[in-house]
């Protein structure tokens, strides 16, 4: 298992990788990762869980998890969206300690429509690269944590006793 290092390239806190998957191999990061499937599915090991993503589904991997994801059909496009702790832990100072959870056999709730209409502008607008990206991506992603924070976070840790 390795750990990745996450580059993130002009000045921008946030990475994004369109891929269509068929191994991405066991490893964990620092910062948060979300995998939304946009077609097909996938499968993904997370800890000692494994799930089954369809077409839709976003999960988010905390800092510190291990996981890594494969299909055996490889009909899918999947974005991985990277965002730096570092960088937005001066919004909120508990990010990095924070246990979020996106992931449902049953995405009914809206919720969850929510989560992904904030991913799919964040992707908008990084792919686009118009006018002012880098600050509507970051602002983007600002909203988008004070959503998770909101609706997603199963607790945080806290060295406080």
């Given at each position: 298992?390795?750990?990745?290092k996450i580059i993130y390239a002009n000045d921008l806190p946030i990475n994004i990788k369109l891929a269509n998957i068929t191994e991405y191999p066991f490893h964990f990061h620092k910062?948060?990762?979300?995998?939304?499937?946009?077609?097909?599915?996938?499968?993904?090991?997370?800890?000692?869980?494994?799930?089954?993503?369809?077409?839709?589904?976003?999960?988010?991997?905390?800092?510190h998890e291990v996981h890594g994801f494969h299909c055996e059909n490889s009909d899918n496009i999947v974005a991985i969206i990277q965002i730096s702790?570092?960088?937005?832990?001066?919004?909120?100072?508990?990010?990095?300690k924070s246990c979020y959870r996106t992931y449902t056999s049953e995405e009914t709730d809206s919720r969850f429509d929510v989560l992904r209409q904030k991913l799919?502008?964040?992707?908008?607008?990084?792919?686009k690269r118009g006018s002012n990206y880098k600050s509507k991506c970051i602002d983007y992603t600002i909203q988008?944590?004070?959503?998770?924070?909101?609706?997603f976070n199963l607790f945080s840790f806290d060295k406080k006793r």
């Open positions: 298992m390795l750990l990745e910062d948060i990762e979300f995998i939304f499937v946009l077609k097909g599915n996938i499968s993904l090991k997370n800890g000692c869980c494994t799930y089954e993503l369809p077409e839709g589904s976003v999960f988010t991997s905390n800092g702790n570092l960088f937005f832990t001066q919004y909120f100072p508990n990010l990095p799919l502008l964040i992707i908008w607008e990084y792919l988008l944590i004070h959503y998770l924070n909101l609706n």
